[in-house]
């Protein structure tokens, strides 16, 4: 399929910041694309998108060690506007000529930074001095020769430079993580006043290039086949493609049993509202047997991971004569499988993992798209906006929500549970405030007592977490009349439920799935 037109963007170059998705996210919310290199991408690869401007991530090295992530110094030429952050900037340092030592103390978390005014155009109009998020231990000592100081931290160490009259900046601290003051601001003057960018990645005309792009590269006749999970990124996908490819696009929807209350029949009527064709197949025996006896989390990864492959190529070989894999791939499933900056894919061995008689070409029409912004296409093609705003839920489904062995009763007890627990919190209004909520079902048992009868019964975890992107996540306080309620409901409600719990780790030191 034919690249999108990135043009007039900013280009990322990665040196294994944890942070850098974050920029790339926050340039976008400007409405200008931005698209992550890795450090050691060929220049020419950069230059065909012709970005306005270049950032350098922060990253974990020392820019001054022999074997560190580098930067071609014909980049550093201020023919295109470079910012450097953390790392980014102590490499421009090094690379030009100064001088990055290892700091006394290093800098972490939020430190007070101050601006000298009239020097960067990154800072201006921004209060004298603001908190900033840090995160290092090397420091810029000595700077290259034309590059002035315009921010210095309460420490005295530098905290943001400038040279070659504004085309080579850099910044100390993270101004892409919320903690910092005026972050976006700042990230708003470089790449509208300094790098002239226009905000023109909009997800409208995106769309229509989209279909443009699939409509050139599947032709008239060609024929696609799509593995549907239930889940927002494969039909945002498929619903896009099957605006050009109307019948020509078989859909298979493997259903593993492991899916919540309603949900198999809730998702089908979906498909069906948006003309999808597709094909359930009924996989749960299968699965079940596959796993019988099996306790170890990893293992049920990995078996149903390998099953699924398996029951949807089966399906797909049925169908036949398809020329086209689609696959609901997005931007940080191609960063983080370390595809970025590559080619494009050609042969669907590098992801799913599919055999190889299986001669398709993948279809990857959201490649390029973080989660947020497939959810904003999602109501363009019409997908209705509850769907959209489901919790994250595990392609394992509730089977790694069942600790321990699985048998269709325990999964039952746990579909049970987890239908109250959420439709109490929809009751309340909260669904929507909260990322993640959800019931697991533990491998203990525990006594009880009910009208004078001893019990020995199930229990159940109820768990709800807040976060921005699932990488941290804290426990959310919900009303304690709700907990009760629910609470009171599951034991009265759910045969052989003697116990519920409340999980209120965050993440870290907890994952926010059990398994
Ligand atoms: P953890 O448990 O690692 O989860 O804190 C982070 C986020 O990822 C979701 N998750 C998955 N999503 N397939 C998915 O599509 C998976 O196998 C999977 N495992 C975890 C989890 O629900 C949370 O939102």
């Known amino acids: 399929m034919k690249d999108m037109d990135r043009r007039g963007g900013i280009a990322i170059l990665d040196f294994g910041s944890q942070y850098t998705q974050l920029i790339a996210r926050r340039v976008r919310e400007f409405e200008v694309f931005s698209e992550i290199f890795p450090w050691d991408v060929r220049i020419g690869r950069i230059k065909e998108s012709e970005p306005k401007g270049i950032i350098l991530s922060g990253g974990p090295r020392s820019a001054t060690s022999s074997d560190a992530p580098t930067v071609d110094a014909s980049l550093l030429d201020g023919s295109i506007p470079v910012l450097g952050i953390c790392y980014g900037m102590q490499l421009i340092a090094h690379k030009l000529g100064g001088r990055v030592e290892k700091g006394r103390l290093g800098e972490y978390g939020r430190t007070r930074v101050r601006f000298d005014r009239g020097i960067s155009r990154i800072s201006e109009g921004l209060p004298e001095e603001i908190d900033v998020w840090m995160s290092h231990w090397d420091e810029v000592r000595g700077l290259p020769d034309d590059a002035e100081r315009f921010a210095s931290s309460e420490s005295g160490a530098c905290a943001g430079f400038v040279m070659m009259g504004g085309r080579v900046q850099g910044l100390q601290f993270h101004p892409e993580v919320e903690s910092t003051e005026h972050g976006r601001e700042m990230l708003s003057r470089y790449i509208f006043d300094v790098c002239g960018c226009e905000p023109n990645w909009k997800l409208g005309d995106w769309l229509g290039r989209a279909l443009g792009a699939v409509s050139e590269a599947i032709g008239g006749t060609d024929r696609i086949v799509c593995g549907l999970s239930g889940g927002v990124d494969s039909t945002v996908a498929a619903a896009l493609v099957s605006r050009t ?116 070409k993948l279809l990857e029409p959201l490649r390029e798209l973080f989660k947020d912004e497939v959810r904003r296409i999602g109501p363009l093609l019409n997908i209705p906006g509850h769907f959209l705003k489901r919790h994250p839920f595990p392609g394992p489904g509730l089977a790694v929500r069942c600790l321990g062995a699985l048998d269709r009763e325990r999964l039952d007890i746990l579909r049970a549970a987890d239908d109250i627990f959420i439709s109490e919190i929809r009751g309340a209004g909260l669904y929507d405030s909260i990322w993640q909520a959800f019931c697991v079902l533990l491998p203990v048992k525990s006594v009880g007592v009910a009208g004078d009868v001893r019990t020995y019964g199930e229990t159940v975890a109820m768990r709800a977490v807040a976060s921005l992107d699932a990488m941290t996540a804290e426990s959310v306080r919900l009303p304690w009349e709700l907990i009760e309620r629910v609470t009171k409901r599951i034991c009265g409600e759910v045969r052989g439920v003697g116990r519920v719990v409340m999980d209120v780790t965050g993440k870290p030191p907890a994952t926010i799935e059990w398994e």
């Open 245 to 360: 490819a109307g019948e020509r696009l078989d859909c298979v929807f493997v259903d593993h049993g492991f899916m919540r209350q309603n949900e198999v029949p809730q998702v089908l009527e979906m498909y069906k509202q948006l003309r999808l064709k597709v094909r359930r197949v009924d996989a749960s025996e299968r699965f079940l047997s596959a796993l019988s006896g099996v306790t170890s989390p990893e293992r049920k990864r990995k078996i149903i991971g390998e099953l699924f492959v398996r029951v949807f190529e089966e399906e797909a070989l049925r169908l036949g004569g398809a020329r086209w894999l689609l696959q609901g791939t997005i931007y940080p499933d191609v960063i983080e499988s370390g595809l970025v900056g590559g080619d494009v894919i050609k042969s669907h061995h590098n992801v799913g993992g599919l055999p190889g008689d299986m001669e398709m």
